[in-house]
């Protein structure tokens, strides 16, 4: 949520400073928003140079085509998602404070700004806007008037203020200097040659350098062209080794795909293969990214919990049919945000999974710190490496998908299921429930499945043409049985976030205790059948179901396993993935529900990548 810039180089001013944030700012409009703004540092010493618009940033390119800024040294950019007032001109960021001498961005939510304006209002402060963020730019306007470097002014505010939020700011006495802090929101630097860049995603510099820094809670950086100064809140410096961004910028292009979504889906296989690549240490164990949570602890677990939110959630609930199966404890899954607040029993014994595509999640990453409070281990499966998830919790798995920039995530999910796969079979082994022998099997039937991904992909286009005529549904309902069930909730989740239609999926064996009242005729129903094979297997249950729904007109496409023809006979088409363990057939089942989703909002005429209302990270609770 927002999107954030910050750059500062050497040499005469020029154009450099803009070009790098408007495109950093194109490459941040995944995270969803509603204005844009830049502000430039320029000769003036007085006054910084600034433009912004509500909407697109198409607006603002228009607002600077028509009406340049003076080229510079400095700049910061702002994508916004808007929480306190309406997303106008007049709200969006950046805000001016001194005069126009200072220039201030902020992503998330100052929680005692209401205080501190009324504060600012008896002194005689005017505000030009309705947001918090301008009562920040105000109280560092006061802190460098009384004599205080920008950096230091920074320090000073943020020991006042109280929530969630980056800042960046610039000062037009300041030219060579980009200064900026957090607490509960993202923020890393990028370390270039005579220049230096922040963003609150690599993505937003990454064409530019792939060597990056952390910045972790509660401190203050400054970049100047000749290098990077971190503190705590306090001025002690500190000192922090750069990682390298092992994707480039053509990893967040499309690829010669119409969409973000489509080339991500295509990028399945590889995020799966990628997700189980280099996992066997020397000794022919399995292995975590980072942090280390010791043997005795993992075998006195009584009871695993995973937090997440949305998608995630779902990757949790697949994995909870593994994990307790091959490991033989039970698993919660929980919502993130309902986690800490209905008093959770969770103690030494609890192990936490905390999953979050971007690793910012708020509501992840409040539920982590309440659990650890609890003194429970907690192991973080997240995409990006040096999230604030990834560096609180105890252990971290990678799941290597390289940048998802869709809002509505697929290729994350299917690599979140396979990273809890990877944690289940690191359990089984650790505590002994499964044979050396068991293991290499289960490996070896998760290293088959990228080449099936692809098989899925590649006769994916019946399913794209029923989408294309199914534009004007308003309603589709979703179904399935065990690890069929999350993947007919994700098919929903997937059609309500791309196409806003309604959909709703549901436990196939549910459906007689009351959903079964919304079928009527003609009613599109999606079926995720569970193979025949298993001496177990719920395939004659889920086909009961099928007939229910045909009985009161429904019209039924299911999802079926290669080689089981008895669903031809319940379905009005059926669209087959090839055939898996039972466990391991949502990387499958799940991909045909995407394709769906895609096609049909894109018939509808709907901007698949940036769906309304919807931003990809949500760094506010």
Known sequence: MCG?????????????????????????????????????????????????KAGKLVNLEKELAERPLAPGTAAIGHTRWATHGAP??????????????IAIIHNGI?????????????????????????????????????????????????????????????DAREPRSVVGARRNSPLVIGL??????????????????????????DEVVEITPDGVTITDIRGLVVEREPYHVDWDA??????????????????????????????????GRLQLDGGMIHETILNSIDKIIVVACGTAA????????????????PVEVELAHEFRYRDPVVSVRTLVVAISQSGETMDTIMAVRHAQQQGAPVIAIVNSQGSTIAREADAVLYTRAGPEIAVASTKAFLAQITAVYLLGIYLAELRGNKFPDEIESLLDQLDAIPAKIQ????????????????????????????????????????????????????????????PIALVEEGQPVFIVLPSPRGRESLHSKVISNVQEVRARGARTFVIAEEGDK????????????????????????????????????????YDVDQPRNLAKSVTVE
């Not at 270039?192 to 809670?217: K, Y």
């Not at 309603?475 to 989740?493: D, I, N, S």
């Not at 993935?577 to 018939?603: D, I, R």
């Open 110 to 170: 100052i929680e005692n700004f209401a205080a501190l304006r009324a504060e600012l209002l008896d002194e005689g402060v005017e505000f030009l806007s309705e947001t918090d963020t301008e009562v920040a730019g105000h109280l560092l306007a006061r802190e460098v008037d009384r004599g205080l470097s920008l950096a230091d002014a920074m320090r000073a505010i943020t020991r006042r203020l109280e929530g969630a939020f980056t800042l960046l700011a610039v």
């Open 88 to 101: 106008t001109d007049a709200n969006a960021h950046p805000h001016l404070a001194a005069g126009g001498r």
């Open 455 to 514: 098989r899925v992909l590649d006769t994916s286009e019946p399913i794209r043409e029923l989408a294309r005529t199914m534009a004007n549904e308003r309603t589709v309902l979703f179904l399935g049985r065990h690890v069929g069930c999350p993947v007919a909730l994700e098919g929903a989740l997937k059609l309500k976030e791309l196409a806003y239609i309604h959909a709703e999926g549901f436990a196939a064996g549910e459906l007689k205790h009351g």
């Open 566 to 605: 008895e669903a031809e006979n319940y379905a009005e088409q059926v669209f087959y993935v090839p055939s898996a363990p039972v466990l391991m057939t949502p990387l499958l089942s799940v991909v045909p529900l995407q394709l769906f989703a895609l096609e049909l909002a894109a018939a509808k005429g």
């Open 250 to 283: 053509s990893a967040a292009q499309k690829g010669g795909f119409a969409t973000f979504m489509e080339k991500e889906i295509h990028d399945q296989p590889t995020a799966v293969a990628d997700t189980l690549r280099g996992r066997i240490d020397e000794h």
């Open 314 to 329: 779902y990757a949790g609930l697949v994995g909870r049919y593994a994990i307790e199966h091959w490991c033989r404890i």
């Open 4 to 52: 954030i810039v910050g750059y500062v180089g050497s040499g005469a001013p020029g154009g450099r400073p803009q070009g790098v944030v408007m495109s950093g700012l194109a490459r941040l409009e995944y995270r969803g928003y509603d204005s844009a703004g830049i502000a430039v540092v320029t000769e003036d010493t007085e006054r910084v140079a600034m433009s912004k």
């Open 192 to 217: 270039g040659e005579g220049e230096n860049f922040l963003g609150s995603d690599v993505v937003a510099f990454i064409e530019h350098t792939r060597d990056a820094l952390e910045l972790h809670q």
